[in-house]
């Protein structure tokens, strides 16, 4: 079993940055794919962004492309997402995710385990 646990969400004024972190627990990631995901109040959750095992594939939602990044440091079994130019509608629970496999997927169905989340804000 893989625990993940993400931290680094708050507060934070349009225009800022914040960097979430995910952090994983009871196997390596070194053959899975991780990725976030997002889930504003009243609506389905979302794919954010997605990193193939060995980094070579970053997909990114349109929504989001050019101001976040994602990365990994498989030394850490740690995943993060750096979020840049943040805006009121970037306001959600965000959640890391992880499946066996060596190319992402876009789905949250693809994924097996799942973070708890962390709440991002984006208001003045």
């Known amino acids: 079993q893989v625990q993940l646990v993400e931290s680094g969400g708050g507060l934070v004024q349009p225009g800022g940055s914040l960097r979430l972190s995910c952090a994983a627990s009871?196997?390596?990631?070194?053959?899975?794919?991780r990725g976030w995901f997002r889930q504003a109040p009243g609506k389905e959750r979302e794919f954010v962004a997605a990193?193939?095992?060995?980094?070579?594939?970053?997909p990114y939602a349109d929504s989001v492309k050019g101001r976040f990044t994602i990365s990994g440091d498989n030394a850490k079994n740690s995943i993060y997402l750096q979020m840049n130019s943040l805006k009121p509608e970037d306001t959600a629970v965000y959640y890391c995710?992880?499946?066996?496999?060596?190319?992402?997927?876009?789905?949250?169905?693809?994924?097996?385990?799942w973070g708890q989340g962390t709440q991002v804000t984006v208001s003045s």
């Open positions: 995710a992880a499946r066996f496999g060596f190319e992402p997927r876009l789905r949250s169905t693809a994924y097996d385990y």
């Open positions: 009871g196997r390596t990631f070194s053959g899975y794919t």
């Open positions: 990193i193939s095992s060995g980094g070579f594939m970053t």
